[in-house]
T-cell receptor, first 113, second 115 residues
Framework: DQQVKQNSPSLSVQEGRISILNCDYTNSMFDYFLWYKKYPAEGPTFLISISSIKDKNEDGRFTVFLNKSAKHLSLHIVPSQPGDSAVYFC????????????FGPGTSLSVIP | EAGVTQFPSHSVIEKGQTVTLRCDPI?????LYWYRRVMGKEIKFLLHFVKESKQDESGMPNNRFLAERTGGTYSTLKVQPAELEDSGVYFC?????????????FGPGTRLTVL
């Protein structure tokens, strides 16, 4: 039973435009959300996170939005660059089990020059 | 500072054989985690060590999997006997502290193929 869902397996965006990656979750016990980025033959690397008490967190070109009532979050990348091409994993942690990261299946982003 | 390293990078074995994966965490990181990604699906948690103790092994699929972390340094994950459904990429991660805001650093993974 998948608790973190990323319904778009892939996404293509032109360089300079906005990339929006979406994520939905089912577990109401999640209170901390993360995005990881993964290049081929490498492990996931932490990108940005958001606590459930916030609805937005921004770090440079990356912004994560959280809609807790809809159990939905999104990652915005503006402007998109070719080096952003990677698999992006949405992930979450439960308040009672912080060390266990629950991942979604990932969205493969291609930024076209 | 060296990152998390894993060995081997690839392993191809036949069903019924035994395979041992190794993970060396970042020096000084007491927390070590094993995860697995099967067939392009989500990355699933397997277990969590704090030093040499298993803190949470709720994600271990069955008793064919044995994880150890003798001395609280590197860890091994043994699969015996391997089955076809064990194929996937096994990631190891480490962190300095437990808790919500602590970042887990991932290794490059070991791709296991069971034929």
């Amino acid at each position: 039973d998948q608790q973190v869902k990323q319904n778009s397996p892939s996404l293509s965006v032109q360089e300079g435009r906005i990339s929006i990656l979406n994520c939905d979750y089912t577990n109401s016990m999640f209170d901390y959300f993360l995005w990881y980025k993964k290049y081929p033959a490498e492990g996931p690397t932490f990108l940005i996170s958001i606590s459930s008490i916030k609805d937005k967190n921004e770090d440079g070109r990356f912004t994560v939005f959280l809609n807790k009532s809809a159990k939905h979050l999104s990652l915005h990348i503006v402007p998109s660059q070719p080096g952003d091409s990677a698999v992006y994993f949405c992930a979450a942690r439960e308040m009672t089990s912080y060390d266990k990261v629950i991942f979604g299946p990932g969205t493969s982003l291609s930024v076209i020059p | 500072e060296a990152g998390v390293t894993q060995f081997p990078s690839h392993s191809v074995i036949e069903k019924g054989q035994t395979v041992t994966l190794r993970c060396d965490p970042i020096s000084g990181h007491d927390n070590l985690y094993w995860y697995r990604r099967v067939m392009g699906k989500e990355i699933k948690f397997l277990l969590h060590f704090v030093k040499e103790s298993k803190q949470d092994e709720s994600g271990m699929p069955n008793n064919r999997f044995l994880a150890e972390r003798t001395g609280g340094t590197y860890s091994t994950l043994k699969v015996q006997p391997a089955e076809l459904e064990d194929s996937g990429v096994y990631f190891c991660a480490s962190s300095q502290l437990p808790g919500a805001n602590n970042e887990q650093f991932f290794g490059p993974g070991t791709r296991l193929t069971v034929l």
